[in-house]
Structure formats: C-alpha cells, structure tokens
C-alpha cells in the first residue's frame, strides 16, 4: 500500500470569483510545496457559501463542465 499526504483548505469566500480562485490556488501550490499528494478544497468555494439557502438565483452560479473556468484553471 502506498502513503499519501493529504492537505485541506478553509478560507472565507467574497463575491469575487477571480481572488477566490487565487487564493485557493495558491493554498494548493503551498501544499503541494509543503509535500501534500493530495489536496481538498472546501465545497462551494468559488463564491461566498449559499449552501443553506435554497434561492433559484444560486443555479445562475453553474457552469456545464465543458464551459467551466474553474475547470479549465
């Protein structure tokens, strides 16, 4: 069996897309450089948690996985 060093993030998410992508990538790359094999990121991190909320204005935050930038980032 082969060991694996797994990493987790938590951080506050703003309404901007862009720094929480920066920010979460660049908690990866620390990972990563601090020897983590493996890296979880928190659910729903791209935006400020709305997880608790079941308002229809939420699905406009989705993205079909061919179109997705987080994806493609």
Known sequence: MRE???????MSCSADRDD????AT???R???AAG???????ELFETRYFGLDQDARHFA???DVQDSPLLAH
């Open 61 to 63: 935050l989705a993205h």
């Open 30 to 32: 620390r990972a990563r």
């Open 20 to 23: 929480n992508v920066a920010r």
């Open 4 to 10: 694996i060093t797994v990493a987790t993030t938590q």
């Open 26 to 28: 660049s908690m990866v």
């Open 36 to 42: 983590a094999d493996l890296v979880l990121l928190q």
